[in-house]
């Protein structure tokens, strides 16, 4: 007799990421669904990185991070937000920056962190599928709030009708994925209200911090002092520097919320890629015009796909931030969309993603709307786009 056996995840399956890839390598599709760079790491990183190997920094670092590489994390993160962590800044880097084995580790860690059986979380849908199953490991649960096409604009009514007293914390994401939309200062004042009034704790989803468009200014947690001291602020080096595979991001809190993380974090990873951490450190320090330059490089990205349907029927929805592309695609079929992108995949030749999935129950209204992801060479955005106009 087998022993008794329950998933704790029961209705969790494979992603919508995975099954999108998988189909678009099936039927030799232009993936234009999963989230990651086509082109590759900047040269300097990739020669850091064998350099580190080659120099024998293939051994446990800092559970932490390695200190020279929080330094220069805690460096850019006053060049960029005027934020400095410590009157004493090098213990104040030491003291609330945790280097993580990708930003989705942070996530886990940081709602494991503080929610625990009962606890409820807002989340805003569509919101990125590792939200939830965090929350739900926790021992919480996800209250939803939708955010509604085309502006896909937080109503913060809303959202203080949805506090109760089982309310532990809110999670946002800015820029968002998959909306490319941006939270503004508006919204971060009146965030940090309800936070405060309400004693709640924020997530905040940072991880394409630097790809904002049209000299818009990403709204970092990290400039509201009051409201990041209720904070957990999570960022990606695979995205900033197109080297996903490399799983490498971190989480910056206070210095009690660092401590409870850091436990939790040391018996998840431990620590993370030490050679990838020395190849970091040296790129931030030796060639920080790279996260200067993002934004241009990936609004450059934007426009070549936006002119290039321009004459298609798809409409295109705004586009502020990250590297993903809003379609509307109702003058094109009356397919529900995951069904739509199973037709462009298989009849078509572009793989997309659809937005159902990244909603409570798969539920939308009645908006067809498909994300692309530009982090591609031009000629393969150029190519899906021709394809695309032909519909």
């Known amino acids: ?172 994401n800015s820029p968002h994925n998959p909306t490319g939309t941006l939270l503004s200062e508006s919204d971060l004042k009146t965030l940090q209200q309800l936070v405060l009034k309400n004693d709640l704790y924020v997530i905040s989803d940072e991880v394409y911090e630097h790809m904002t468009f049209d000299g818009l200014r990403h709204e970092s947690v990290l400039s509201y002092p009051e409201l990041f001291k209720r904070a957990f602020v999570v960022s990606s080096f695979g995205k900033t520097f197109h080297c996903t595979g490399w799983k490498l991001g971190y989480c910056i809190a206070p210095t009690e919320l660092t401590v409870e993380f850091r436990k939790i974090h040391q018996y998840v990873t431990f620590c993370s890629f030490t050679p990838a951490q020395y190849a970091i450190a040296s790129m931030l320090k030796t060639h920080p015009n790279h996260i200067d330059e993002l934004a241009e490089f990936y609004q450059q990205k934007r426009d070549v796909l936006v002119g290039a349907l321009s004459d298609s029927r798809f409409k295109i929805l705004p586009c502020k931030g990250a590297y993903f592309l809003l379609l509307d695609y109702s003058e094109v079929s009356d397919l529900n969309d995951l069904d739509f992108c199973h037709w462009l995949i298989k009849e078509v030749g572009v793989a997309a993603i659809p937005l159902s999935p990244f909603y409570l129950d798969g539920k939308l209204t009645n908006n067809k709307v498909v994300r692309l992801c530009f982090a591609k060479n031009d000629e393969t955005l150029l190519k899906a786009a021709e394809i695309l106009c032909q519909l």
């Open 1 to 172: 007799m087998k022993p008794y056996f329950q998933s704790k995840l029961p209705h969790i399956g494979t992603s919508i990421f995975t099954e999108m890839s998988m189909m678009a390598h099936q039927y030799q599709a232009i993936n234009l669904s999963q989230g990651f760079p086509e082109f590759d790491a900047p040269e300097f990183l990739k020669s850091a990185i064998n350099h580190a190997i080659l120099d024998g920094k293939n051994q446990y670092c800092p559970s932490t991070g390695l200190p020279d590489l929080l330094n220069q994390i805690g460096q850019m993160v006053h060049r960029r937000y005027q934020h400095n962590l410590s009157e004493e800044q090098m213990v104040g880097y030491m003291n609330n920056i945790t280097v993580t084995s990708g930003a989705t580790e942070a996530l886990l860690v940081a709602i494991t962190t503080i929610v625990g059986k009962g606890d409820e979380v807002i989340v805003f849908d569509p919101a990125y599928d590792s939200y939830e199953p965090a929350v739900e490991l926790a021992g919480g649960s996800c209250r939803h709030i939708a955010l509604i096409a085309p502006d896909y604009a937080v109503d913060w009514a809303v959202v203080e009708q949805n506090i109760t007293e089982k309310t532990r914390a809110i999670i946002i």
